[in-house]
């Protein structure tokens, strides 16, 4: 099994930043991907940036292009993902996920381990 842990999340102002970290402890060995997903109020869950955990290849949702960077420190077990200029319709709880797929796979059915998600607010 592998735990995941968010934290990070808030209330920001549009134009504004902010980084959520994601721990992995556990099988840590056994995931080859993490990933960043996000849930809208009355959305479903979609997902916003991936990163492999060996080569540090990252993906991105086009609407996050330019303006989110996913990150890892593979010491710490640790998955970033820092949001810069964020706007209102970013506002959703985000969500950490774990794959151990070799690639970066934006279905969700690919990942196999979740967070518990951090609520991100961002006002206008």
């Known amino acids: 099994q592998v735990q995941l842990v968010e934290s990070g999340g808030g209330l920001v102002q549009a134009g504004g930043s902010l980084r959520l970290s994601c721990a992995a402890s556990g099988r840590t060995f056994s995931t080859s991907t993490m990933g960043w997903f996000r849930r809208a109020p009355g959305k479903e869950r979609d997902f916003v940036a991936g990163?492999?955990?060996?080569?540090?290849?990252?993906y991105y949702t086009n609407s996050v292009k330019g303006r989110f960077t996913i990150s890892k420190d593979n010491a710490k077990n640790t998955v970033y993902l820092q949001m810069n200029s964020l706007k209102p319709e970013d506002t959703a709880v985000y969500y950490c996920a774990a794959s151990p797929a070799l690639d970066i796979f934006t279905e969700e059915r690919w990942y196999h381990y979740w967070g518990q998600g951090t609520q991100v607010t961002v006002s206008s």
């Open positions: 990163i492999l955990r060996s080569s540090g290849s990252t």
